[in-house]
């Protein structure tokens, strides 16, 4: 589940990116307009070129973030073209015509485009081209350089995603990308010298005026620290982002750019889902706020649609304009910079920013045609019969019911670990499980169940370790996991839906625990609510250890839950929990709740089952 970065707290529809998934309902569907019209209703001034005149000229600056694999327009867990309630529509080759169009009407040299991060994981089409044909291995190119490199980037940022599967994986994709790769604030660990290319500065040759030198900076999120320890310890460490840009932006200044634009990844709230064990994560306006010189600002990270926002300066008094377009290709931003030549030099003078619905435009075919056969690849490996369930089996209850389809992953996880410690010090423990739900939409049909099904239920790219707990350090975690339900009162209503999700924590930060039973009481307040632990009918004791199978973002403090970041680990083969459900499926072939289905926990108030 790399990166706390949210999901929506209702509904969260099933992608295998760990990043907060947007409230569509709320949108403004533009379906069936052209992208000129769409601008236009979004206040877009028209064509720069019949706009410009004497010593001024506008240009435009293009950016998506979060792509997260996303090619083009199709859902690999239903087999099908994307939808959803908002109209919304997803892939690059969307994006594509978008692109196509603007730069069309404002004239090639006087656009730009550029990337926020976040690429490489969010769908089976990354994960396929990441584990189960590796370009590290093939030698193919990735599916997403393939598209970026047609479209024509300029230059992109990298987002946090990018690291989750190596730094040997990130550094093939960067080889196969033509646009620079930026990331200023990630540096070699224990050093200040960057690990990738800081920034990169673009000359602009608009017919009738002098050269305009735009320059780039690209800074990552922190919490890559932590999301991907085990990739990065010890070998990149993630600086501020607000300091990272006081150091290079007078850099690129100097260099000569006539205009600053920041590629963040990072949101603009201020806040952090870690605490503050790390730099700020969502830091974009801070940045905007702290830091002289900066013209606009690309932010992504938070999976937010802002089409425009202005921050002023502290030190200097000028606006920075600032946009997030929505994740997975759905929106586009769009900045327009007036400049006007004066004494020698170019001085930014107006500035703006919205952002364009790719629903307003059909796919690039050529971007199609691009990844067909990769593509196709993956919808063929998706739609693989792994295992017949006996039943049908829904986690659309899993937030507030033990279910079946969740004490799967615990199945297997559970079943992984005890192996892995048969015949060590630790083979006398007792092994217990730690899940989350992290789609609601998740199922196995009765019948044939596929790999679409399994990824559909586990939708991170997340991998199997093993901790030592001991009975008070489980009852402590369990207090922390159940501050996920709002406070009931016992004679309310029974309403699970809305007790869910208090103070916006996330499905995937409800840890449920398998082999262990409990009583989870809402109807007290946080801290308490944890009552009847239990281990085969025997209270457990606060010294008692336990052998606690766990995924790689949770243990590696993901969420901010007790004593699991520093428990010792005692198991780490770095196996994908997707892929071992996939085995174990497949070395049963059948899926029977009656086998492994135990309600081990349930919600009370004040004693009394909910249900």
């Keep these: 589940m790399q990166n706390a970065d949210r999901h929506s707290p209702k509904a969260p529809e099933p992608r295998w990116c760990s990043c907060r998934v947007p409230d569509v309902s709320r949108r403004q569907v533009l379906g069936g307009l052209t992208a000129a019209s769409a601008l236009a209703l ?7 070129r019949a706009a410009a005149g004497g010593r001024s000229v506008t240009i435009t600056v293009m950016g998506t973030s979060d792509l997260h694999s996303h090619a083009v327009d199709w859902d690999y867990y239903k ?40 690429t490489l994981q969010g769908t089976p089409l990354g994960f396929y ?22 479209v024509g980037y300029d230059a992109v940022a990298l987002g946090n995603h990018e690291f989750n599967y190596g730094i040997p994986f990130l550094n093939r994709w960067i080889e196969q990308m033509d ?25 602009m040759r608009v017919p009738g005026h002098p050269p305009i030198r ?80 900066i013209d606009a600002i690309l932010f992504g990270h938070a999976h937010l649609e802002i089409p425009e926002r202005f921050v002023t300066n502290e030190a200097t008094g000028r606006t920075v304009v600032m946009s997030e377009p929505k994740c997975w290709g759905q929106r586009l931003s769009v900045f327009d910079l007036t400049l006007v030549h004066e004494r020698g030099r170019w001085t930014v003078t107006g500035k703006s920013a919205t952002t364009v619905n790719s629903n307003t435009v059909e796919e690039d075919p050529a971007l199609v045609t691009l990844v067909k056969k990769q593509h196709d690849a993956v919808v063929a490996y998706v739609n693989k019969e792994v295992a017949t369930s006996t039943e049908e089996m829904s986690a659309a209850e899993s937030c507030w019911k ?9 199945q297997v996880q559970t079943a992984k670990v005890r192996e892995a410690v048969a015949g060590t010090e630790n083979a006398s423990l007792p092994v217990v499980s730690i899940a989350a739900p992290f789609s609601r939409a998740a199922t196995f049909p009765a019948g044939k169940v596929t790999i679409r099904d399994i990824a559909g239920l586990y939708i991170y790219d997340n991998t199997l370790l093993a901790s030592i707990l001991t009975g008070s350090q489980i009852k402590e975690y369990l207090e922390y996991s159940a501050r996920y339900f709002e406070q009931a009162a016992p004679g309310a209503p029974v309403d699970p839906a809305s007790w869910t999700n208090a103070n916006n924590r996330p499905d995937y930060n409800y840890d449920q625990f398998s082999g262990v039973t409990y009583d989870v009481d809402i109807a ?48 780490n083969a770095q196996v994908a929990i997707r892929e071992a459900i996939v085995e174990y499926a497949s070395a049963a072939e059948t899926i029977d709740p009656a086998t492994f289905h135990v309600e081990n926990w349930k919600l009370v108030r004040d004693g009394t089952p909910v249900f």
Excluded at 42 to 48: H, L, Q
Excluded at 79 to 108: F, H, K, M
Excluded at 544 to 570: C, D, E, L, M, W
Aim: no cysteine.
């Design 42 to 48: 979004a206040g877009w001034p028209g064509s720069a």
């Design 79 to 118: 087999d099908a073209g994307y939808s959803d309630s908002g109209g919304n529509v997803v892939g690059l080759a969307r994006v594509s015509s978008l692109v196509n169009q603007i730069r069309a009407d404002r004239g090639r040299e006087r656009t730009l485009l550029f990337d926020a991060g976040d």
């Design 129 to 150: 081209y990441a584990s189960v044909e590796p370009i590290t291995e093939t030698g193919a190119t990735h599916p997403m350089a393939r598209q970026m490199n047609a």
């Design 179 to 203: 646009a620079p790769v930026l990331a200023a604030n990630a540096v070699h660990a224990g050093t200040r010298r960057p690990a990738y290319r800081p920034y990169m500065i673009k000359t």
């Design 214 to 293: 735009v320059g780039l900076l690209g800074l990552t999120n922190p919490g890559v620290a932590i999301w991907d320890k085990a990739n990065v310890s010890g070998r990149l460490d993630f600086l501020d982002l607000v300091e990272t840009a006081r150091r290079w932006v007078p850099v690129i200044r100097a260099k000569g750019a006539d205009v600053v634009v920041v590629s963040a990844h990072s949101g603009d709230s201020g806040t952090s889902s870690y605490g503050d064990a790390l730099p700020v994560e969502n830091a974009a306006a801070l940045v905007a706020e702290k830091v002289p010189e």
């Design 402 to 410: 033990d279910t079946a389809i969740l004490d799967y992953v615990h």
């Design 524 to 571: 007290k307040p946080e801290g308490s609510r944890i009552t009847g632990l239990a281990y085969e009918g025997t209270p457990v004791a606060d010294d008692r250890k336990f052998v606690v199978a766990v995924n790689n973002y949770r243990q590696s403090g993901g969420g901010g839950f007790p004593h699991i970041a520093t428990a010792p680990v005692v198991y």
